[in-house]
Each structure stands twice: as C-alpha cells, then as structure tokens.
C-alpha cells in the first residue's frame, strides 16, 4: 500500500469515529461490530499473504513383482518339456471334405 491509501483510509476511520461519537450507545455497538468484522477479515487477508507457500510432493512407491518360485524337480524325475507330453493319437484327427476349384480354374485331369 503506499502512502495516499493508507491516509485515505485514516480519513475514513476517523469519520467513522465522529459518526460514532455523536450516536446513542446501540449504534456504536453496531459500528464497534462492523469495524471488528472488518480487521478479522484484513488479518485473514494478511496471514494469508504470509505463509509460505506449500509445496506438495509427489512420492512413488514402486511394489515388488511376485516371482512365481520355479517348480522343483523330484530327485530321479527327468524334467518336463513339450516333447515329454503325448501326442494327440491320429485317430481323434478327422479327414476334411476337399474344396471344390474356382468358377475360372480347371480341374486337374
């Protein structure tokens, strides 16, 4: 604030202050309530513009990944493989229809 508001607002108060002598006793109630309201809220203003700035921190916690124990072979087992597995047997394996050639392909003589 600089110098002409601070006695602008010097101006004001002392008017008030005036206002306030000339009147009964439940309008200075009123004004002493007014002017209470009024510098609660300048302090707020004030505290506010003082405090440091916070800054938030952002902390990331990265989580082991679960490693799956690998399976342990028995002694005297040999250890499995795709190969190890049985095959599917041929009977369960079903002949399909042949296809029928193209509108413009011959068939094969």
Request: charged fraction near 25%; avoid cysteine; glycine fraction near 2%.
């Amino acid at each position: 604030m600089n110098k002409t508001q601070i006695n602008d607002i010097q101006r004001a108060l002392n008017w008030i202050r005036q206002q306030a002598e000339e009147a009964d006793s439940v309008a200075k109630m009123e004004v002493l309530s007014l002017l209470n309201g009024t510098s609660q809220s300048v302090i707020a203003m004030a505290k506010k513009l003082t405090e440091p700035k916070t800054k938030t921190k952002v902390v990331t916690q990265f989580k082991d990944k679960l490693v799956k124990p690998r399976p342990i072979n028995k002694q005297g087992e040999a250890p499995k493989t795709v190969t190890d597995e049985p095959q599917t047997p041929f009977q369960a394996i079903q002949p399909s229809a042949p296809i029928a050639p193209l509108s413009n392909q011959q068939p094969p003589q």
